[in-house]
């Protein structure tokens, strides 16, 4: 009795823990210790679990021996691997580690629901229906996150370099999650609880193959909203099997990180202008169809010759991208900024909703290098000072850039807001080659008369700017 007492305390704290760290989360100001916040709210609600042993019957007790040593054993494990892979995970590497890690708590919630319905209870009650279609329905969600986080992962770290589209794609998906829909009915008012064991595991098969389908043909661009829509799905799952386990502490935790997620998808996909629906059941992030040639050249121009026009401006906006990530330039890009700020120019950054390949990128990528809070800004804050901007810098950014999507109404992009950087004074564009984004649609701005190219590796240039503006001070 003492022993649930402390558990139930346990769970509310955590509940409670978990919804103010959230809250911490959603200013990049304080989202550090709203991390550490959750992080000890987990800690507590893990450790009340391991007091369950002690509300067992005492003759049972003996036999909860090797599974607490086994759930010890994968605590361990799971902390030391974090811990080791958190630490050693690159910047550009962040999106696949997010995206793994929110595939693995697809799969416990769907772990837990397989060992419900492998061992069921009596059934015949209306509460047990109620029970049974929660545990089916948490199966379902999780294992699709699971099939499909892991799939997202695999494209994000290079080891699947293909987008697989087939010729009725949408109705062989739509068959897949049928069959999968008309099992999880079975075993919950066909078998009542009691389905054949081959039939479960079939049950569970279809859901992992739906969410193989359902992520295969998506384009590397819209990774953003995947990742986001997974972390959704994973919510819902864990707060499902939190209901069936009458545990509080996971239907508080995956209600929370289900909500968020939810809505960060439809942002995440606003932004894009695209629809959920879009998301799900189309070609979402095909390569844009061939485009009429644009009008224009490309103008390459020195690192030199555009680090002192920034010097000499009175305003400066820097969009940056994946790029930036991928060269690992945000250090030396901060230093450069500096120089700019102790010259009296006024610098800020603009940050795209899908700037990068998960929501937040840019702004953790910069406050790794030690960018100030109060420089950087969301695209519906800065987007009408770019008018104002002697010089916008582009670092690894595309398609959130590209002018098209404002007025060429036959592009692929056409209604996805952008950053308007077109509209400065004067725009460079630090870029690595002439290759087009991921939406495969080649970009307007960089053929404007306004608009020159820096060619090389982010970080070079930026080593490059700072030894110019250094000896303009010599």
């Excluded at 193959?209 to 909203?225: E, H, N, Q, R, S």
Aim: glycine residues 10%; hydrophobic residues 55%; charged residues 15%.
């Amino acid at each position: 009795m003492h022993a649930q007492l402390i558990i139930d305390a346990s769970y509310i704290a955590a509940a409670f823990l978990f919804i103010y760290g959230l809250k911490r989360m959603s200013s990049p100001v304080t989202a550090r210790s709203g991390i550490v916040v959750a992080g000890v709210g987990v800690a507590v609600a893990v450790a009340a679990s391991f007091l369950y042993a002690f509300e067992v019957p005492a003759a049972v007790r003996p036999h909860l021996t090797l599974n607490l040593i086994l759930a010890a054993i994968a605590l361990a494990i799971g902390l030391i691997w974090a811990w080791i892979s958190g630490k050693r995970v690159a910047m550009t590497a962040m999106p696949q580690m997010v995206a793994i890690y929110n595939g693995l708590g697809g799969g416990a919630a769907a772990l837990i629901a397989a060992s419900e319905l492998f061992a069921p209870t009596a059934a015949g009650e209306p509460t047990q229906y109620v029970r049974l279609f929660v545990t089916v329905l948490g199966a379902l969600i999780g294992g699709v996150s699971f099939a499909g986080s892991v799939i997202a992962w695999a494209k994000l770290d290079g080891r699947i370099d293909k987008t697989w589209r087939i010729k009725g794609q949408q109705a062989l998906n739509g068959a897949v999650m049928l069959i999968a829909v008309i099992l999880g009915l079975y075993i919950v008012f066909g078998a009542h609880g009691h389905a054949p064991p081959a039939l479960t595991a079939a049950f569970f098969v279809v859901t992992l193959i739906f969410g193989v389908l359902m992520t295969m043909p998506i384009g590397g661009a819209d990774m953003p909203v995947v990742i986001s829509l997974y972390n959704a799905f994973t919510g819902l799952a864990v707060g499902a099997e939190g209901f069936v386990l009458q545990n509080p502490a996971l239907m508080i935790a995956g209600m929370v990180v289900g909500s968020a997620g939810t809505l960060l998808t439809l942002l995440m996909a606003k932004a894009m202008n695209r629809s959920v629906r879009n998301v799900l059941f189309s070609n979402f992030g095909a390569v844009g169809e061939a485009q009429s040639e644009i009008a224009g050249s490309l103008k390459p121009t020195e690192p030199a010759d555009a680090a002192v026009q920034m010097r000499y401006a009175s305003k400066v906006i820097i969009a940056p991208g994946y790029g930036l990530a991928v060269a690992q330039a945000q250090h030396k890009l901060y230093e450069f900024v500096k120089l700019l700020q102790d010259a009296g120019v006024d610098v800020k950054f603009a940050i795209h909703p899908v700037a990068g390949r998960m929501p937040g990128h840019m702004n953790v990528l910069l406050a790794e290098a030690g960018v100030p809070y109060d420089v950087i800004y969301d695209m519906e804050d800065v987007n009408g000072e770019f008018k104002e901007a002697d010089v916008a810098l582009v670092i690894g950014a595309n398609d959130t850039v590209n002018p098209a999507a404002r007025s060429n109404k036959t592009s692929p992009i056409y209604g996805m807001p952008i950053l308007n950087v077109d509209q400065a004074k004067q725009v460079y564009v630090v870029k690595r080659g002439q290759g087009k984004g991921y939406s495969g649609v080649e970009n307007e701005l960089f053929y404007r008369d306004n608009c020159n190219m820096v060619y090389g590796d982010a970080q070079k240039v930026m080593v490059q700017m700072i030894q110019a503006v250094k000896e303009l001070g010599d």
